[in-house]
């Protein structure tokens, strides 16, 4: 596991970048002419509730750095399960963590995702480049497809492995942006496509966080009988607002990330 939590992020972020590539143009485009505004508010990782990859040994990377879990969410209709996790250096990124719940899916969906994960070996997942390690196993576009009937979530983990699903960029923080709806305009007119289930903006000011969101890029991926393009990772943007105590909100809601999770749809 890494030693250093600045390192990990860096790693993450080229990991994120090389198969997100409109995320160094969304920089461009929201930072100020210093480039030194775009913070990252958290990143999102996603994973299966098998006992070698659950939520809690991706979790386990950061608490080695000191992070401390703080909120649970839960997602019915997707059934997801998920926590958040803070450092104490609220300067730091924040992590979502989330695991598909196999008891509650298909046979199929079990079986073939417990087959996918029983290839990685164990040492993998306690490697220091585990959260970034992507695929450890073979998958055919069938399968993929197969997956993606059942679950849009089975499906990107399936292909893409263990790897940042999001970086968000914080608006709070943005020097020439006041509002979420300024960057949605800017990025809208830029000709990023924004993901509008449940609308453009998720979240309010009376729940402490508004979030939007491109779609994610279309990237190719390496199956074993061929090359596809399907969705990779995608960008978020968030605005926390401050409780009574006067600190900015530093948790999720559950209705607005359940509609962040169809960033990745396929369309
Ligand atoms: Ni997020």
């Known amino acids: 596991m890494h030693t250093d939590?600045?390192?990990?992020f860096a790693n993450l972020w080229q990991d994120y970048v090389a198969v997100t590539p409109s995320a160094k143009k969304v920089h461009q485009l929201l930072g100020s002419s210093q480039q030194d505004d775009v913070s990252n508010d958290h990143i999102a990782l996603r994973t299966f509730n098998l006992e070698k990859v659950n939520l809690d040994k991706l979790a386990a990377h950061f608490l080695a750095l000191g992070y401390e879990q703080c909120g649970e969410y839960h997602f019915e209709a997707k059934k997801l399960y998920a926590r958040h996790y803070e450092h104490p250096d609220r300067n730091q990124p924040k992590v979502f963590i989330s695991e598909l719940l196999l008891d509650k899916c298909s046979a199929y969906l079990r079986d073939t995702i417990t087959a996918l994960v029983a290839q990685i070996p164990a040492d993998a997942v306690i490697a220091a480049n585990f959260l970034y390690s992507g695929v450890h196993w073979q998958l055919s576009q069938a399968t993929y497809e197969h997956l993606l009937a059942e679950s849009?979530?089975?499906a990107w983990v399936a292909a893409w492995g263990y790897r940042a699903n999001h970086f968000t960029v914080s608006v709070n923080e943005l020097h020439s942006f006041s509002s979420l709806e300024q960057v949605n305009t800017t990025l809208k007119q830029a000709g990023f496509l924004l993901n509008t289930s449940g609308g453009e903006i998720k979240g309010t000011p009376e729940v402490y966080l508004e979030q939007s969101s491109t779609l994610a890029d279309l990237q190719?991926?390496?199956?074993s009988d061929g090359i596809a393009t399907i969705p990779s990772c995608f960008y978020e943007f968030a605005r926390r607002y401050p409780l009574a105590n006067g600190m900015l909100y530093s948790g999720f809601v559950a209705a607005s990330a359940d509609k962040i999770f169809e960033s990745t749809n396929a369309r």
């Open 220 to 223: 190719p991926v390496q199956f």
């Open 5 to 8: 939590v600045n390192a990990l």
């Open 152 to 154: 849009e979530y089975a």
